[in-house]
């Protein structure tokens, strides 16, 4: 069973940085899929990076800004976070699969999360103008 805890999430000025990590337990190949997703209040919850052996790939909004990476010794999936703005507070979850993104909608950046069968319990970024 794999189990997912998030953390560094917190509240920041516009401009600013985070660096949210997400420690895993349990074995989770770095040939499947783990990600970053974001939920706004009165939103959907939205895809936001994802990555696996074949690479990395990210939603249009924070192309430039964020940085997904795994350590795979340490069991860890980060996500750095650049040049926050007011639209990017959110709670963040991390997520994974047991596949490849490849074989996810949109990599696993689509609408629909099947094949993502854990989740954390999510971190709160907020940035403020």
């Known amino acids: 069973q794999v189990q997912l805890v998030e953390s560094g999430g917190g509240s920041v000025q516009a401009g600013g940085s985070l660096r949210l990590s997400c420690a895993a337990s349990?074995?989770?190949?770095?040939?499947?899929?783990m990600g970053w997703f974001r939920q706004a209040p009165g939103k959907e919850r939205e895809g936001v990076a994802t990555?696996?052996?074949?690479?990395?790939r990210y939603v249009e909004s924070v192309k430039g800004r964020f940085t997904i990476s795994k350590d795979n010794a340490k069991n860890t999936l980060y996500l750095q976070t650049n040049s926050l703005k007011p639209e990017d507070t959110a709670m963040y979850y991390c997520?994974?699969?047991?596949?490849?993104?490849?074989?996810?909608?949109?990599?696993?950046?689509?609408?629909?999360?099947?094949?993502?069968?854990?989740w954390g319990q999510g971190t709160q970024v907020t940035a403020s103008s």
């Open positions: 997520a994974a699969a047991h596949m490849a993104c490849g074989l996810l909608t949109d990599y696993g950046l689509g609408s629909s999360r099947t094949g993502f069968g854990y």
């Open positions: 990555i696996d052996s074949a690479g990395t």
């Open positions: 349990g074995y989770i190949s770095s040939s499947y899929c």
